[in-house]
């Protein structure tokens, strides 16, 4: 066995597992440096060859073999097993057969999101008009673009381009609403005449006009530009409510209506999806290795829907930060997965243990990717946006640090071999007594 240390990302956090072919056996608490993380690596080596530092505990129906340091503090926590039984052979074999040595290789590993650097114009000035008066939106390389024109189709207005048409909708409903505020409009002079910009509550720039000759152009190009935008409000508004595009629910979205009494009806690891025939919502529960339900999802109105918020889970699932730990008001730990514009998509059960729910959620981002070709995503595709980096080091400890004694002896029984070899010295005089000098 060896040793990790995985640092998270975009965060000072460190966290060590004991790895057997792959398999995480333990894994510690969160440590805010390599060189923390990396001793209390080495105070596990020590205080593991001690079965007086292990426990045995229990959250929910799992059970888990915790290790803690001299001083009682806890150092690591195993992986769930469906009964004490298990937990306890692994407390057993621990000391015996893994921390009775005093070497052990450790890999540094870290991981970063890949960026993508989309290059383009902020305005697109080249545009180039149709005659349609009021709003043309488009998309350009992959950016989407509006601009607004007059009742004689010249362009007066460029939108500030954005990545999302979601978010160029936001721009022009915001234009729309505050469009008569005259304090989100600045004048602004240049080598070749004047124009003006229209900014967002934050002050930013999200639009600016064409280039006029004098500034009595731009006061009236504001004033077509104030008493025309209205007229679209119905256009980008939903069924003529005044509320923000980004803000619109969706028909078949989730709602928040968690069934946390639904137990796993499969008991398989892994993904399961059901209907609930009382209030014909559609549901999906992700399960541990034991069968049993941990990660819930909401109601949705359609198994479409709900097929597309497991897909959703599969792709952030694998991410660290798109994992939210929560604790309730009695002190009980649950962890949220949200999307990447942090909408909740799932929740977990909750935990007597953060230990045992940062150990599941660890185990869930690197096995939930095993079912995306089941739910027709690419695994490399989403797995390339995560970059790896790793670094092999040796741990040893001296003689004298490793904190062994005496291990619980078991007790003989009738079948115990008796131990009926004489002394050495008793061989003196037999025949081939000399082989062995």
């Known amino acids: 066995m060896n040793f990790e240390i995985r640092k998270s990302t975009g965060k000072e956090e460190y966290q060590f597992f004991l ?99 989309v290059e383009y114009d902020v305005y697109d000035l080249s545009y180039k008009s149709k005659g349609k008066k009021g709003f043309d939106t488009y998309k350009k390389s992959g950016v989407f673009y509006y ?105 078949s979205g989730p709602n928040d209506d968690y069934d946390f009494s639904r137990k796993s009806s499969s008991g398989k690891y892994g993904f399961e999806a059901f209907k609930n025939e009382s209030n014909k919502g559609h549901y999906f529960h992700y399960n541990d290795d034991n069968g049993d339900a941990i990660l819930f999802s909401q109601n949705y109105s359609t198994a479409k829907s709900r097929d597309n918020g497991i897909r959703s889970v599969i792709k952030n699932g694998v991410i660290e930060s798109r994992y939210a730990k929560k604790t309730t008001s009695d002190g009980l730990h649950y962890f949220m997965i949200r999307a990447g514009n942090n909408q909740e998509i799932a929740r977990s059960r909750n935990f007597v243990s953060l230990a045992a729910m940062e150990t599941f959620m660890l185990s869930m981002r690197g096995k939930v990717i095993g079912f995306a070709e089941a739910y027709g995503l690419d695994e490399k595709i989403i797995l390339s946006s995560i970059v790896t980096e790793k670094e092999t080091f040796t741990i040893e400890l001296p003689e004298d640090q490793i904190l062994a004694v005496p291990i619980e002896e078991e007790k003989a029984t009738s079948n115990a071999r008796q131990d009926d070899y004489l002394r050495c010295e008793a061989y003196k005089g037999h025949p081939r007594s000399e082989e062995f000098e």
């Open 19 to 117: 790895v057997d072919n792959n398999e995480r056996i333990l894994t510690s608490n969160t440590y805010d440096s390599r060189d923390a993380c990396t001793e209390a690596i080495r105070n596990l080596i020590s205080a593991g060859a001690n079965l007086a530092n292990y426990d045995v505990v229990q959250d929910g129906n799992d059970f888990f073999t915790t290790i803690r340091d001299t001083d009682g503090n806890p150092l690591a926590l195993s992986k769930a097993y469906a009964s004490a039984t298990g937990a306890e052979n692994l407390r057993q074999m621990l000391p015996r057969e893994v921390f009775d040595d005093r070497e052990f290789e450790v890999t540094f590993i870290s991981t970063k999101r890949r960026t993508r650097t």
């Open 147 to 251: 601009v607004f024109n007059n009742e004689n189709g010249d362009t007066i207005l460029y939108g500030r381009a954005q990545k999302t048409g979601r978010k160029r909708k936001d721009d022009i409903w915001y234009l729309i609403t505050k469009a008569s505020k005259d304090g989100n409009y600045e004048t602004v002079s240049t080598d070749g005449g004047f124009y003006y910009i229209f900014k967002d509550r934050k002050g930013k720039e999200i639009a600016r006009s064409v280039i006029f000759a004098n500034e009595g152009l731009v006061s009236s190009s504001i004033s077509t530009l104030k008493s025309s935008v209205t007229a679209y409000k119905s256009e980008f508004s939903t069924a003529g409510k005044e509320t923000s595009p980004s803000k619109r629910k969706k028909k």
